[in-house]
């Protein structure tokens, strides 16, 4: 695990002790192990991923990170292009409790994750910055095949965002992405420029179920996604690679939040995707069932309102938060 910074060693603590629960609860274990990364390291070593870090990571089965701060370039973005993490996975649906405009939401971004111009080929002087976008065919086949096998396993709807009326590399992605569609005839696809589909997202989000983007796209749709849920408080998300994963809420770090006020959901819920994906994975039955009481767990306790942080209108500190997860699922198991 990465702790990371500001709220995010006291949040993943939290998620920790729940996980280390899970474990006894459902008979499996886990072992933690801290790869320290993020702006505190930064400053401390002189570098904010240090090679023991990458070496502690690369040798784990999957990583559960905490939210860094203005590192995050060479913390997360890194790690995903040196993993090659190239498939970020970001749901977004409505929770009972949350305060929405909306109601019946529930959508889920894929978004390729080691392309366009976050590939950071860059020549930036006094007077110029130049940025190379970079857009393959292997990038673009093999997110599209992920954003429509998870529509398969959905409700069979697709829209492809890009914006190839203006920039030509966008054309290559989309046409790739339409090339895999052909394979998946079940699945109804649709496309829109990228200006449209903000527009879209604010005045009708239950039209959508996957929305398969390029890298910046995704990154900026994603966070206006989680104002249109409530908050981004909520938001978890997986970075998957084919053979690795890293799980992270999509929030920052908050540096000047008392830990304590901190809202864990995010959190818990990219734990519980990496349950999902590790349940898959490794083909075992209690890690996706642990999975589910993590969400089920997180759901009963937005829904009652009784244990909520300050930011979702509470007075609950995270640990009583955490602690409210904790009973519901013991009352469930």
């Known amino acids: 695990m990465i702790k990371g910074d500001g709220i995010g060693p006291h949040i993943v603590d939290k998620t920790l002790e729940l996980l280390q629960w899970l474990g006894d609860l459902k008979g499996f ?15 401390e070593v002189g570098t904010a991923l240090p090679a023991e870090s990458l070496r502690k990571i690369s040798a784990s089965d999957a990583c559960l990170k905490g939210p860094v701060g203005e590192t995050a370039r060479d913390v997360i973005v890194y790690l995903r292009q040196k993993l090659d ?3 970020n996975i970001r749901p977004f649906k409505n929770y009972p409790g949350v305060k929405s405009k909306w109601s019946g939401v529930d959508f889920v971004i894929v978004r390729e994750n080691t392309e366009d111009l976050y590939r950071s080929v860059e020549d930036v002087g006094e007077d110029h910055a130049v940025a190379l976008l970079v857009v393959t065919r292997k990038g673009s086949e093999r997110i599209a095949k992920v954003g429509f096998e998870m529509a398969t ?6 829209t492809i965002v890009h914006k190839s009326n203006v920039v030509k590399s966008y054309l290559l992605f989309r046409n790739v992405c ?23 997202l604010i005045i009708n989000p239950t039209a959508f179920d996957v929305i398969l983007t390029p890298n910046m796209f995704g990154d900026i749709l994603s966070d206006e996604a989680a104002g249109i849920v409530g908050t981004i408080g909520i938001a978890g998300s997986a970075n998957i690679g084919d ?8 929030h920052g770090s908050a540096p000047t939040l008392n830990p304590e006020q901190a809202n864990p959901t995010a959190q818990l819920l990219a734990a519980k995707m990496m349950l999902e994906w590790l349940g898959r994975t490794k083909k075992d039955r209690r890690l996706s069932e642990a999975a589910a009481l993590v969400e089920n767990g997180v759901t009963q306790v937005l829904a009652e309102g009784r244990f909520l942080t300050p930011d979702l209108g509470g007075k609950a500190s995270c640990s009583e938060y955490v602690d409210e997860v904790r009973r519901k699922i013991s009352s469930m198991a």
């Open 153 to 158: 396993a959905r409700r069979r709807k697709l």
């Open 243 to 250: 053979s690795f994963g890293l799980f992270e809420p999509v």
């Open 29 to 43: 274990s886990m072992e933690f192990v801290e790869a320290q990364a993020g702006d505190s390291v930064l400053k």
């Open 178 to 200: 339409m090339q895999v569609a052909a394979k998946y005839p079940s699945v109804d696809v649709d496309e829109m420029y990228v200006d449209n589909a903000a527009y879209q």
């Open 85 to 87: 993490l190239y498939a």
